[in-house]
């Protein structure tokens, strides 16, 4: 962990009053859209955020923005000491789809970061191994994505991310299009290897149960344009794995219940601008 010349702890990520315009043309004329307006957020090394909020709020896109796959319009965002400029091998991003490579291996697919970043090919196997066993598919290093069940593919494509070593994991709906039971499966791996790795992680989620699990923080995002509503501090202590039990609690129930309660008054068209608070 890096800490400041006045001790105090420095984010792993700060975003920076960023904002983004999409220009549209549509029919011969020409529009801009403003996905995002002044969004300034900090995220704590080793903290886990989610961000939340309705479709239309900007929340991957602002994901896009701090792996570097998007430029901000205006703002900056800051990973370590480093302003982002495009992407680095010091953020992996897992996608909503695991997009594998079709005609490798599940350990040829974690390879492939490592290929581009040149690393020789010993260690590549070496480094690809102990990620896919990490996440627990050790057994099945050598089957190729039609081989392996949607869970599966996921979580090649989360050891493919963790193979680069990231400082920042970054992940937009990893699990949304995975059956209730194995959606769960991989959140508790999440916890897991968050556990055993201490990374940072920023993840895109509609599912309020997911983000009470998951996170130290929900960032709640309102739409038109995409800002920041509310910040919602996870008031659960200790291991989290026992969703059953954690899901009995007071402090899971009362928290979910004022997240989707401020959603719902923007829904309603009852929330008011953060600057209006």
């Known amino acids: 962990m890096t800490t400041p010349a006045d001790g105090g702890r420095r984010p792993r990520v700060v975003i920076d009053e960023v904002s983004k315009r999409f220009t549209i043309t549509e029919r011969k004329s020409t529009s801009t859209v403003q996905a995002l307006d002044r969004v300034s957020l900090e995220v704590e090394d080793g903290e886990i955020v989610a961000l939340t909020g309705l479709s239309g709020c900007g929340k991957t896109t602002l994901l896009r923005i701090i792996m570097g796959l998007e430029k901000a319009s205006s703002g900056t965002v800051t990973v370590g000491d480093k302003v982002v400029t495009g992407c680095g091998y010091d953020r992996g991003l897992v996608f909503q789809h695991a997009e594998l490579f079709p005609w490798r291996t599940a350990l040829q697919n974690v390879e ?115 800002r920041v509503d509310t910040i919602f501090d996870i008031p659960i202590k200790g291991p989290r794995e026992d969703f059953f039990a954690i899901r009995g609690l007071d402090e899971f129930a009362h928290t979910r219940y004022a997240i989707w309660s401020r959603l719902m008054a923007g829904v309603h068209g009852d929330a008011p601008r953060e600057e209006e608070r």
Do not use: C, W, Y
């Open 112 to 226: 492939f970061g490592l290929e581009v970043k040149g690393v020789p090919a010993d260690e590549r196997r070496r480094i690809a191994t102990e990620k896919l066993e990490l996440v627990g598919l050790g057994n099945a290093m050598d089957r190729r994505p039609d081989q392996l069940s949607g869970g599966m593919k996921q979580r090649v494509g989360l050891a493919r991310a963790l193979s680069i070593e990231p400082e920042v994991l970054l992940m937009d709906e990893p699990f949304g299009a995975l059956d209730a039971q194995t959606r769960e499966g991989l959140q508790m791996e999440v916890l897991r290897i968050h556990r055993e790795t201490g990374k940072t992680i920023v993840f895109v989620t509609h599912d309020l149960d997911e983000a009470v699990l998951l996170a130290d923080r929900v960032v709640l995002m309102a739409p038109n344009p995409g």
